[in-house]
């Protein structure tokens, strides 16, 4: 009976089946690692009372400290100013955000609902993405970090193949 059951999981996973149905929604949109220490920005959906995000701040990032999940801290003020905020508009489309890194405005990200969970979506390697994670090599510099360059991480939206571009400004 396991083997029938395994076969069945195993030919329905193959065609897409059921993948939204079966598979939780990743807790984070997308986070920031960076090579400077364990520390990671995440990036979650902020959903208001009636499950559609809220407008005026679709997006909310904050650390976690050692990417420990119960160690949560905000953005100082000029983190969310200057590095790691967002900036969120409702798009055109109902249910969709459109939302900019501080640090990178020119890649504008999307925010919508797929498969009963929100992502958010970029151009990743030319193409159309959904945004896991980016990494961030930087050199420290007298003022600043000095940005040597950006991973990015995702997937295809229909595939989920897997998508990988690295950006050097």
Known sequence: MRRVAALVALLLGAIGVGRAQTQACPKH?????????ANIVAYDAHPGKAGELVSSQPVVAYWLLDGDESRREELTRFQRNRAYGVE?????TPATYLVDLKAQPKRRLVVR?????WVATTEIGGKDAILRRMFVQAKEGTALPKVEYVEFFGEDP???EPLYEKFVP
Request: glycine fraction near 14%; proline fraction near 5%; include cysteine.
């Open 29 to 37: 949109l997308f986070i920031i690692a960076r090579n400077k220490n």
């Open 158 to 160: 229909g595939s989920r």
């Open 113 to 117: 609902m797929l498969d009963g969970c």
């Open 88 to 92: 969120g508009t409702p798009a055109a």
